[in-house]
């Protein structure tokens, strides 16, 4: 079997692209006004009509030359280079410079001393008078 070059195959790259999104073929098929069997038909397909391929492109929030230039490899570069700790959390990149809490201790002392400062302000104009 030949490694050279693999055919363009537009459907994979549909099929890919709407896993990616997370979407599941009844939806792209509901945005598209269409039923999921047709979405099959699509995404089984290695060409497709260029108007046809706008309108998929159009319900994955993508361009046509997006899919039509779809490489799983630059996914994984680009998520491989974006992630450099490799940690998750609920399946998103987490990476993070400071501790919140800490943040919520510092804006909670920061509102405390508002408060403490209003009241001081308070009762220096009562004794004022």
């Known amino acids: 079997m030949s490694t050279a070059t693999k055919p363009n195959h537009i459907g994979r790259k549909i099929s890919r692209i709407r896993e990616l999104r997370d979407m599941k073929q009844e939806a792209l ?7 999921q069997q047709a979405i099959s038909i699509i995404e089984n ?21 997006a899919i039509k230039n779809f490489s799983e490899e630059a996914v994984l570069n680009i998520i491989g280079n974006t992630l450099h700790d490799g940690s998750f959390i609920n399946g998103n990149a987490f990476s993070c410079n400071f501790n919140p809490l800490d943040k919520v ?11 403490k400062d209003k009241v001081e302000y308070l009762e220096k104009l009562l004794k004022e008078k």
């Open 105 to 115: 201790i510092e804006l909670y002392e920061r509102l405390v001393q508002a408060e």
């Open 29 to 35: 098929a509901q945005a598209l006004g269409t039923n």
């Open 45 to 65: 397909s290695e060409t497709i009509d260029e108007e046809k391929l706008i309108e998929v492109a159009k319900a994955l929030g993508v361009t046509a030359e």
